[in-house]
Nanobody
Framework: QVQLVESGGGLVQAGGSLRLSCVASRNTFEFNTIAWYRQVPGKQRELVAIISSRGTTTYADSVRGRFIISRVGASNAAYLQMSSLKPEDTAVYYC?????????WGQGTQVTVSS
């Protein structure tokens, strides 16, 4: 059973930065992709950023240029560095991993950006 544990969320002022961490129960390079999603109440969960096993990254238009996704195999961790945060970035952020047709989710971490 794969486990993903997120941390690093919190309250930050607009323009500030946060780094979210996702620690997996296995080496993150064993996954085909690692991704970060976010969700606000009443809305669908949306993809924020994704990184492939080859290191290819893709970002949502709303965060491109402000967020950076990365992963470190030695520490079984993936990260989402968020900069120039905006109030509309407020959401619960979820780590997602996919491998061999299986999808895994973390429990989520709340990010709140005050104006």
């Amino acid at each position: 059973q794969v486990q993903l544990v997120e941390s690093g969320g919190g309250l930050v002022q607009a323009g500030g930065s946060l780094r979210l961490s996702c620690v997996a129960s296995r080496n993150t390079f064993e996954f085909n992709t690692i991704a970060w999603y976010r969700q606000v109440p009443g809305k669908q969960r949306e993809l924020v950023a994704i990184i492939s096993s080859r290191g290819t990254t893709t970002y949502a238009d709303s965060v491109r240029g402000r967020f950076i996704i990365s992963r470190v195999g030695a520490s079984n961790a993936a990260y989402l560095q968020m900069s120039s945060l905006k109030p509309e970035d407020t959401a619960v952020y979820y780590c997602n991993a996919q491998q061999l047709g299986m999808t895994y989710w973390g429990q989520g971490t709340q990010v709140t950006v005050s104006s």
